[in-house]
């Protein structure tokens, strides 16, 4: 049960980085669809359910095979990158406040705990996440909940319907892709039926958020052209809760991205300084492009590289699966 659980909480802490639980991510590839958004959600559902079951059906091996294809394995470094850049662009965009101490403080605590998940691995990312992650659903879907008006008009305009079913198919493949590599680790711990059970729990969670989040920005049209839309409907204590929130969101997933960019290294560099540049310092650089310039340009990009990946993973044989079946067929 406690697997299921950590398992849970890592995928979709790993989901809901800045772009999800801002509502840029949700404005770009599901909202400004308007009524075709609905469907959509409910797409992604099943989706979300059949490819994280796929992936976590793939074990520890998930890793080898990006290791034994030269071109998936920069491809994944390079999603990586994107994404935790875009988490950095995100904090860095929460804490533009005046009180630059306490801008600091955070971003330093920021770092230390990034440098926990490079140094100690999944160990550490689960106990940080089971703080976390259960803390910032509950608050988000709270705070989702008080901008419901049921008497309210949702903005439910849209001139490229047709597009939005090939967003939506990219939206799933760009979180899942994403965090391939850890997700297919969490299945070594897990039964078959678990697996199954950790499938259906993590995808309806992120659907059901998804979901009310839709409606929420449907119903405050106004927001789409923010960087943040899902702060800048909120005022006073609720624009600070919510900074916090999306703060706590950001970090998730960034730490997830340390820890598959660094186990990804290790094994083909020995140097302990070019993977951490690799896994931390190079996404802040990137994090200078902007938050918005990522999500609205660099997240399409990532989602048609993510299709490489997942296709790699799923269904590519590794270079020891296919030696062995060139020799059984051989002693035939």
């Given at each position: 049960m406690k697997n299921c659980f950590l398992a849970i909480l890592a995928i979709v802490g790993t989901v809901i980085g800045s772009g999800f639980i801002s509502g840029k991510e949700i404005v770009v590839f599901f909202a400004r669809f308007g009524i075709f958004s609905f469907p959509c959600i409910f797409l992604a559902f099943f989706l979300f359910f059949f490819l994280l079951k796929k992936l976590l059906g793939l074990g520890d091996g998930a890793l080898q095979k990006l290791k034994t294809s030269k071109v998936a394995f920069v491809i994944n470094l390079l999603l990586c990158l994107f994404f935790s850049s875009a988490m950095f662009a995100g904090i860095s965009n929460l804490l533009a406040f005046d009180n630059l101490f306490l801008s600091l403080v955070i971003f330093f605590i920021v770092l230390m705990l990034a440098f926990l998940v490079y140094k100690y691995g999944l160990g550490s990312l689960d106990k940080i996440n089971l703080v976390l992650v259960p803390f910032m659903i509950i608050v988000f879907i709270i705070m989702l909940a008080v901008k419901l008006d049921i008497n309210g008009d949702l903005n439910l305009d849209c001139k490229f319907g047709g597009l939005s079913f090939l967003y939506c198919i990219l939206y799933v493949i760009l979180n899942t892709a994403n965090g391939g590599v850890l997700i297919a680790s969490i299945g070594s711990?897990?039964?078959?039926?678990?697996?199954?059970?950790?499938?259906?729990?993590?995808?309806?969670?992120l659907s059901i958020i998804l979901l009310i989040a839709n409606i929420v920005l449907l119903l405050n049209p106004t927001s789409f052209d923010y960087a943040m839309p899902l702060v800048s409907i909120y005022s006073m204590s609720g624009h600070i809760i919510m900074t916090f929130v999306i703060l706590i969101g950001c970090l998730?997933?960034?730490?997830?991205?340390?820890?598959?960019?660094?186990?990804?290294?290790?094994?083909?560099?020995?140097?302990?300084?070019?993977?951490?540049?690799?896994?931390?310092?190079?996404?802040?650089?990137?994090?200078?492009?902007?938050?918005?310039?990522?999500?609205?340009?660099?997240?399409?990009?990532?989602?048609?590289?993510?299709?490489?990946?997942?296709?790699?993973?799923?269904?590519?044989?590794?270079?020891?699966?296919?030696?062995?079946?060139?020799?059984?067929?051989?002693?035939?």
């Open positions: 711990k897990l039964t078959k039926k678990q697996k199954t059970q950790v499938s259906f729990l993590s995808a309806l969670t998730t997933t960034l730490l997830t991205l340390v820890y598959t960019l660094s186990s990804s290294m290790r094994g083909l560099c020995k140097n302990e300084f070019i993977i951490f540049f690799i896994s931390v310092i190079l996404p802040l650089i990137l994090s200078l492009l902007g938050f918005n310039f990522i999500v609205e340009y660099l997240y399409p990009l990532a989602s048609i590289l993510g299709i490489y990946i997942l296709c790699d993973l799923l269904f590519a044989r590794n270079g020891k699966s296919r030696r062995l079946f060139i020799k059984y067929r051989k002693s035939r």
